[in-house]
């Protein structure tokens, strides 16, 4: 399993990122994928996750109206569209899934993106 973000960079207040995450190693068109970020000192937290169709997908509050994730299964990617950013968004972050296999779940994370936002 080999999740690769990308699109990360520095951005002024209000600007935009898209970031992406190219999956491989797993039967990505039936696995639900999630974005996660971390600030230092924090615990990870949940940003976004979309079901493996693209029907059901969930936002942490803050990030409500303002990120959109989205998934090409063709492309085996999930995306994380950014707007209006604001400084508290500066973090590094992560694509996750979790795979179940023998009635176990493994969790699988991107190695991260960072994701700077100020003047």
């Known amino acids: 399993v080999q999740l690769v973000e990308s699109g990360g960079g520095l951005v002024q207040p209000g600007g935009s990122l898209r970031l992406s995450c190219a999956a491989s190693g797993f039967p990505f068109s039936t696995t639900d994928m999630s974005w996660y970020r971390q600030t230092p000192g924090k615990e990870r937290e949940l940003v976004a996750s979309?079901?493996?169709?693209?029907?059901?997908?969930n936002y942490a509050g803050s990030m409500k109206g303002r990120f959109t994730i989205s998934r090409d299964n063709a492309k085996s990617t999930v995306y994380l569209q950014m707007n209006s950013l604001k400084p508290e968004d500066t973090a590094v972050y992560y694509c996750?899934?979790?795979?179940?296999?023998?009635?176990?779940?493994?969790?699988?994370w991107g190695q991260g993106t960072q994701v700077t936002v100020s003047s």
């Open positions: 979309i079901s493996s169709t693209g029907g059901y997908l």
């Open positions: 996750y899934t979790a795979i179940y296999s023998n009635g176990r779940r493994n969790d699988y």
